[in-house]
């Protein structure tokens, strides 16, 4: 006889240990249901990833699914609580419009959550609807897969499907839900609620955290310690990251830090155009809390505030405790600066960086400033002059003291052992030529969700999808705005 698959569940394999943990920890819910669901961005490869399969046309199933109307077999929904410090204010949060669906168990036997965004109210909505434009959806959809093409822990998204209802924000706009995928959606936030309201939890979820993400600490002598020096591991790696390619995350809140060190919540982020370290493009980031420059010392201050969750665990002694956390967080700064160097190193195709080399860093980093030189655009032209000394693009790159500054590299990069060459291939590694400029995303986004018009969006997704490529000419993808990018402003939660 013929053997059938089963397609029913359509390789939705969930072990949902969260929905074992102790029940002041989340709610149990469903997703509210939409009125007209359809999908309008799939992430084909990701599922596949996730041992997902919708092998036939499965359009219609593949809208009620991630939408939250349908649920698969084994989902046992439910709403995270948390809390955060936002802005340096400590507030209590919770999945205010998200909905954890289950955890998938991959054919390679890794564990991600997957969840909705926008997927209705819940118990810790406060004043909020639930819900998320279309717009700010398929923007994170957009900037989290730029950033894994990028190379940069991220959360991924697998599906974008609007909803057929308004929401209602400064204008209204049409309705979607996100559906997200991450290790876990466990943030420094959870153990601020944990630590402020439930602490006789701590013990229990620390072990849970380490048993999920960090199994190997689990005969350590002191687990708290090593998960504490782990997640501040991960935050400089992610940060150092961010600073490589330009990125600014726009609200590095405690309650947007992930332990397992991924990138996520793409409410209000954007990539710098002109280099400056004083560079902020959220609308309400008055006092440049979370600038470009600033997000290294505000990962730090976000890791004390970890850090005081796990004080108990840390020592029984409250004084010797404080005193062990307070050291190990004195660390963040030389382990920082030392990664920072030397991706900037390899920015500049250095082989072995050097003492010296801080000056030849720093001073690029000065000119850049000073003559507001694209980020992006300046490592390439190291690379590849070329490029921009044709035509109209002649531009800064000719000026004397770029040209001084270039000389002094030419002699540094021939210490490699195998020279320029070398050197290239090293910053071709390091520098991307393609970012999420900021006013292309802006003028696809328009055109999905004002004409309803996905073409420009999917264009620029295939080109974000290669970012590491070199182009022959420069394309119109790499040019930062004619006008500059002063006015540009970014926006939370819409
Ligand atoms: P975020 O700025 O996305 O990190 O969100 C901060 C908090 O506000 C989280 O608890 C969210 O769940 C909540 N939130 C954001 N937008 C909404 C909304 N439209 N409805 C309910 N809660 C929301
Ligand atoms: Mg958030």
Not at 68 to 86: C, E, F, I, K, V
Not at 337 to 347: D, I, L, P, R, T
Not at 366 to 393: C, K, P, R, V
């Amino acid at each position: 006889m013929k053997k059938t698959t089963p397609t029913n569940n359509f390789g939705f394999n969930f072990h949902n240990s969260y929905a074992q943990l102790d029940k002041r920890l989340f709610t149990f819910l469903k997703p509210v249901k939409v009125k007209e669901p359809s999908v309008v961005l799939w992430n084909d490869s990701l599922a596949k990833e996730l041992g997902l399969h919708f092998s036939e046309s499965h359009d219609k199933t593949l809208a009620e699914l991630f939408s939250g109307n349908r649920l698969p077999d084994n989902a046992q929904p439910l709403a995270q609580a948390y809390a955060g410090h936002q802005f340096g204010h400590f507030t209590m949060l919770g999945d205010g419009r998200a909905i954890l669906l289950g955890e998938q168990i991959t054919p390679d036997k890794k564990r991600y959550d997957i969840q909705f965004k926008g997927s209705g109210q819940t118990p810790y909505s406060r004043r909020g609807d639930g819900r998320a434009t279309l717009y700010s959806m398929v923007r994170e959809y957009l900037i989290s897969e730029a950033m894994h093409h990028l190379h940069i822990p991220t959360s991924r998204s697998l599906a974008v499907v609007s909803t057929g209802e308004d929401v209602n924000r400064e204008t209204v706009h049409p309705g979607a839900v996100l559906t997200r995928v991450m290790t876990s959606h466990i943030r420094v936030g959870t153990f601020e609620y944990i630590r402020h309201l439930q602490p006789e939890l701590i013990e229990e979820f620390t072990q849970y955290v380490i048993n999920r993400h960090f199994p190997e600490l689990k005969e350590s002598e002191n687990p708290a310690r090593e998960l504490f020096e782990k997640v501040m591991h991960l935050q400089i790696e992610l940060v150092v990251n961010w600073m490589r390619v330009g990125f600014i995350h726009g609200v590095m809140n405690t309650d947007n830090t992930a332990i397992p060190g991924e990138t996520f919540d793409y409410g209000p982020c954007a990539f710098i155009n002109a280099y400056h370290p004083r560079k902020v493009f959220s609308s309400i980031d008055h006092y440049g809390r979370y600038a470009f420059g600033n997000q290294p010392s505000i990962a730090q201050w976000n890791l004390g505030c970890f850090a005081v969750t796990l004080l108990p665990l840390i020592d029984e002694k409250e004084e010797e405790a404080t005193e062990i956390a307070k050291e190990m967080l004195s660390g963040f700064e030389k382990l920082f600066s030392n990664q920072y160097f030397k991706m900037m190193c390899s920015k500049l195709g250095i082989e072995n960086p050097e003492e010296n080399d801080g000056m030849l860093v720093e001073e690029l980093l000065n000119w850049m400033q000073q003559h507001e030189a694209d980020y992006t655009n300046t490592f390439l032209a190291i690379e590849n002059g070329s490029l921009f000394t044709q035509g109209s693009d002649a531009g800064i790159y000719g000026q004397e003291s770029f040209i001084n500054w270039y000389k002094r590299w030419e002699q540094r990069v021939d210490q490699n052992q195998g020279g320029m060459k070398q050197a290239k291939e090293i910053m071709q590694h390091y520098n991307p030529a393609f970012i999420p400029r900021n006013h292309l995303v802006e003028e696809a986004l328009e055109a999905v969700s004002v004409h309803d018009n996905f073409q420009p969006i999917h264009k620029l997704m295939d080109i974000l999808s290669k970012p590491y490529d070199r182009p022959d000419v420069l394309s119109s993808y790499q040019k930062p705005p004619a006008q500059g990018d002063s006015g540009y402003q970014t926006f939370c939660g819409t």
